[in-house]
């Protein structure tokens, strides 16, 4: 297992578009999570999963932002419509659910909305 | 008011030189501390976990204040590797972590 990968690791697309991107946590971990983080602040955030339950998701995400782990592994997330603002460094993170041991993040997606 | 807060520097020191960072945070509920390193346009990695005793991994030594909700990180014997953003972060339950906005060390030489 090498870790979080994510995928794309850059996105560039045209406001009003759809994105999705993709997260492979560690695989003996059953907490995954996502993040935003834009430059000069601290990674925001988003949402997290234990197994396939979605066990919290920020009232700062619009309805626009939707995200899924179907068995329980790899998740995605989903951004419709996107605007200007939604460009960020998205993040996920994976740890053990008791979560003492911190997380272990993947590289990240950069997504740049033009 | 932000639920951790850092000073986002950026500290600049020489190499050799001692520095430390404190980080605030609001809600007294909060039950485990770390502190990552993120280097410039790279992912947050655990620098380590902080626990109420105190702890330190070599030249780092981590302390938290659960009164006053502070936490703290040390750095002797600064290497110009160190330079990097130092996030704080804090639990409030087995959930979500919470991240400050970093603080800056820039180590020269």
């Known amino acids: 297992d090498t870790g979080v990968s994510q995928d794309p690791r850059h996105k560039i697309t045209k406001r009003g578009q759809n994105v999705t991107f993709r997260c492979d946590p560690i695989?003996?971990?059953?907490?995954l999570y996502w993040y935003r983080q834009t430059l000069g602040q601290g990674p925001e955030f988003l949402t997290y999963?234990?197994?396939?339950?979605?066990?919290?998701k920020s009232r700062l995400l619009s309805d626009r932002f939707s995200a899924e782990r179907p068995k329980g592994s790899f998740s995605t997330l989903e951004i419709q419509r996107t605007e200007q603002g939604d460009s960020a460094m998205y993040l996920c993170?994976?740890?053990?659910?008791?979560?003492?041991?911190?997380?272990?993040f993947g590289s990240g997606t950069r997504l740049t909305v033009v | 008011r932000k639920e951790v807060e850092q000073d986002p520097g950026p500290f600049n020191v020489p190499e050799g030189a001692t520095v430390a960072f404190n980080c605030t945070y609001s809600n007294s509920a909060s039950q485990s501390f770390f502190w990552y390193r993120q280097d410039c346009r790279k992912e947050p990695k655990l620098l380590m976990s902080?626990?109420?005793s105190g702890n330190e991994d070599g030249r780092f030594t981590a302390q938290l204040n659960r009164a006053s909700q502070y936490i703290s990180l040390l750095i002797r014997d600064s290497k110009l590797s160190d330079s990097a953003t130092y996030l704080c972060?804090?639990?409030?339950?087995?959930?979500?972590?919470?991240f400050g906005d970093g603080t800056t060390l820039t180590v020269k030489p």
């Open positions: 902080v626990y109420s």
């Open positions: 999963f234990q197994n396939e339950a979605q066990l919290e």
């Open positions: 972060v804090v639990n409030t339950n087995a959930g979500k972590s919470t």
């Open positions: 993170a994976s740890s053990l659910s008791t979560g003492s041991g911190g997380y272990t």
């Open positions: 695989s003996e971990h059953n907490r």
